[in-house]
């Protein structure tokens, strides 16, 4: 077993959640999601309807981690230059200057990122991947943690720019952020209503903690049957007659790429590194596996004709996969 002391962090991760408690109610899986994102340095896309809290939910979390915040709100008419930076020219030195932008910050909240065109998404592409920035011919490092987690509004479709799979696919997860239940929504209604409401967090952890808790999770062990079985679940999506799954075989157009297997092995370390254990369970990977697979597992459009949503048929590649096939 692990020692004590790998768990350091646990009673610290814990006042995290209280304290979001204070001013977010109702959205400890959302939290979850995006503590594992940072922990493991995944980047996060989230998918709701408005007013379900996501923009207050990161900018709170921001400021208990004490990371510098931006939120971009994606419009069409938003230019590369307004999310990365430009040259400007100083008169007084009479040479070009490097203006940062919005980009260079710990937590980056990509608002409805699905309103920009394509050539503004993609100036997140080198960020998200590889943790720089080029504005002319300087490339400059991103402050570590760096952590984009951007929002799309599934209602309104008209005037958007959806994401392409080349983009989709580097988010470590989608998570899909639902209504509060009625005793939360109660709750929300009573604070917010109180117009003299006005909590301020205290900060609970800083930089050199979350690089500490990464570290951490990395020494979380995972059994090569598990591992293995990672491995099927991954090309049961790909070659699902290969297990049994005639009916889903319809649907898949392209399975889940290699950063699904990637990805889902360092949530379920996460979450049993949550739950204080030093070694993962076949629940954890369950239990994250439709969270890093659904957005990367892309149906045709008879799926869509049938009303199949790529949930239904990660729930049903769960069911039939078993360990150590």
Same mark, same amino acid.
């Given at each position: 077993?692990?020692?004590?002391?790998? $768990?350091?962090?646990?009673?610290?991760?814990?006042?995290?959640?209280?304290?979001?408690?204070?001013?977010?109610?109702?959205?400890?899986? @959302?939290? &979850?999601?995006?503590?594992?994102? @940072? $922990?493991?340095?995944?980047?996060?896309?989230?998918?709701?309807?408005?007013?379900?809290?996501?923009?207050?939910?990161?900018?709170?979390?921001?400021?208990?981690?004490?990371?510098?915040?931006?939120?971009?709100?994606?419009?069409?008419?938003?230019?590369?230059?307004?999310?990365?930076?430009?040259?400007?020219? &100083?008169?007084?030195?009479?040479?070009?200057?490097?203006?940062?932008?919005?980009?260079?910050?710990?937590?980056?909240?990509?608002?409805?990122?699905?309103?920009?065109?394509?050539?503004?998404?993609?100036?997140?592409?080198?960020?998200?991947?590889?943790?720089?920035?080029?504005?002319?011919?300087?490339?400059?490092?991103?402050?570590?943690?760096?952590?984009?987690?951007?929002?799309?509004?599934?209602?309104?479709?008209?005037?958007?720019?959806?994401?392409?799979?080349?983009?989709?696919?580097? $988010?470590?997860?989608?998570?899909?952020?639902?209504?509060?239940?009625?005793?939360?929504?109660?709750?929300?209604?009573?604070?917010?209503?109180?117009?003299?409401?006005?909590?301020?967090?205290?900060?609970?952890?800083?930089?050199?903690?979350?690089?500490?808790?990464?570290?951490?999770? &990395?020494?979380?062990?995972?059994?090569?049957?598990?591992?293995?079985?990672?491995?099927?679940?991954?090309?049961?999506?790909?070659?699902?007659?290969?297990?049994?799954?005639?009916?889903?075989?319809?649907?898949?157009?392209?399975?889940?790429?290699?950063?699904?297997?990637?990805?889902? &092995?360092?949530?379920?370390?996460?979450?049993?590194?949550?739950?204080?254990?030093?070694?993962?369970?076949?629940?954890?990977?369950?239990?994250?596996?439709?969270?890093?697979?659904?957005?990367?597992?892309?149906?045709?459009?008879?799926?869509?004709?049938?009303?199949?949503?790529?949930?239904?048929?990660?729930?049903?590649?769960?069911?039939?996969?078993?360990?150590?096939?």
């Amino acid at each position: 077993m692990q020692s004590t002391s790998s $768990f350091t962090y646990h009673a610290k991760i814990r006042d995290v959640f209280r304290e979001m408690s204070q001013v977010v109610v109702g959205q400890d899986r @959302l939290l &979850n999601r995006l503590l594992i994102g @940072l $922990f493991t340095g995944g980047h996060i896309l989230l998918e709701g309807v408005p007013g379900l809290a996501k923009t207050l939910t990161i900018n709170t979390l921001a400021k208990v981690l004490e990371l510098d915040f931006q939120r971009i709100q994606f419009t069409p008419d938003l230019l590369p230059a307004d999310l990365i930076g430009t040259m400007i020219f &100083n008169q007084k030195t009479a040479e070009f200057e490097v203006k940062q932008g919005p980009i260079f910050a710990n937590l980056i909240l990509a608002d409805e990122v699905n309103r920009s065109p394509a050539k503004v998404q993609a100036a997140l592409l080198e960020a998200m991947q590889e943790k720089q920035v080029t504005i002319g011919e300087e490339t400059f490092l991103l402050d570590r943690p760096f952590l984009v987690l951007a929002t799309q509004n599934p209602v309104e479709q008209e005037g958007t720019y959806p994401l392409p799979e080349a983009q989709v696919d580097r $988010f470590m997860m989608k998570v899909f952020v639902d209504y509060l239940s009625r005793e939360d929504e109660l709750e929300v209604m009573r604070r917010m209503s109180n117009m003299n409401f006005d909590y301020e967090v205290q900060p609970v952890l800083d930089k050199d903690d979350l690089i500490a808790i990464r570290d951490e999770i &990395n020494g979380i062990s995972i059994s090569e049957t598990l591992e293995r079985y990672i491995i099927e679940l991954v090309f049961a999506t790909r070659r699902p007659l290969d297990y049994g799954l005639r009916d889903e075989a319809r649907y898949i157009q392209f399975g889940v790429s290699p950063r699904a297997s990637i990805n889902l &092995n360092l949530a379920a370390k996460a979450l049993a590194y949550f739950d204080r254990r030093d070694y993962v369970l076949p629940e954890d990977i369950k239990e994250v596996a439709p969270d890093v697979f659904n957005h990367r597992l892309l149906l045709n459009y008879e799926a869509e004709a049938d009303q199949i949503t790529p949930l239904q048929v990660i729930d049903a590649i769960l069911r039939k996969v078993a360990i150590g096939r």
